[in-house]
């Protein structure tokens, strides 16, 4: 049986064709791996040779303090260890027998269907396609992603999020905490209009006194609002967790 992972995972292409960056970053466990890297005990666990109160977690996630991703999943399996399913002791087979029967089957889990043979096999496609629909919940090509207590991987996904909300917040969180030390500091709202936050509180030189102080309003609340997410996502990861945005 090959891997399941519940989401999907990064991909780096052929050792004579490597892919770009963008292939690894479609996968929510590349993000895990960049928002732990932001995380300040975390990053002093690594400077310490894995020793400290984290000693528990660096034992299985490693030195984050390399920028190569790719050889951080890559190394003694890692990827797969931390965040591949277990392979599960269902196959989709035909029952032959009672005995065949597994007491053990739940309905979330297993979807058994009794298929009457003597109607179309068009019909009992039709049939069973309504089915299928309504009891699995992925989406075309992809693996359904549930609850993470339903998940065997070592470190499941805590909740699913877009790559997009993921990648925005963590420049947000990025330019906020470059901003603390920076000489000259910049407004939230000025940060937003850096990375291009929310296109329709951009400022314009036609804008009214008031329309101005509204737009750079809302830029700024918008930026507040990932950088909190982004905050509460790096400390979680130190509990092993991604991408918890709880407090």
């Not at 003597?118 to 049939?127: G, L």
């Not at 993470?148 to 925005?168: K, M």
Request: with cysteine.
């Amino acid at each position: 049986m090959s891997t399941i992972f519940k989401a999907i995972h990064p991909i780096f292409g052929r050792a004579d064709k490597l892919l770009g960056l963008g292939y690894q970053q479609r996968s929510p466990y590349y993000w895990w791996w960049e928002y732990l890297r932001r995380n300040e005990d975390y990053a002093t666990c690594c400077a310490n040779g894995g020793e400290g109160e984290l000693a528990e977690l660096f034992e299985r996630f490693g030195d984050v303090s390399n920028d190569n991703f790719k050889d951080w999943w890559s190394k003694d399996s890692r990827g797969f260890r931390l965040f591949a399913e277990k392979p599960l002791p269902i196959k989709l087979a035909e029952l032959d027998e009672p005995s065949q029967w597994d007491a053990s089957w739940t309905k979330d889990g297993v979807m058994v269907v009794a298929v009457p043979l003597n109607i179309s096999k068009r019909d009992i496609q039709k049939v069973f396609a309504q089915l299928l629909k309504k009891r699995h919940l992925g989406k075309r090509g992809r693996k359904a992603l549930s609850d993470s207590s339903a998940s065997t991987a070592r470190f499941p996904l805590h909740r699913s999020v877009s790559i997009h909300t993921l990648r925005v917040q963590l420049a947000v969180y990025d330019a906020v905490m470059a901003n603390k030390s920076a000489p000259k500091k910049r407004t939230l709202a000025q940060i937003g209009a850096d990375l291009k936050l929310v296109p329709s509180a951009r400022a314009n030189r036609d804008d009214e006194i008031d329309d101005a102080a509204s737009k750079r309003n809302v830029m700024g609340a918008t930026v507040s609002r990932h950088f909190r997410a982004a905050q509460r996502i790096v400390a979680n990861t130190a509990r092993g967790q991604f991408p918890n945005s709880g407090d």
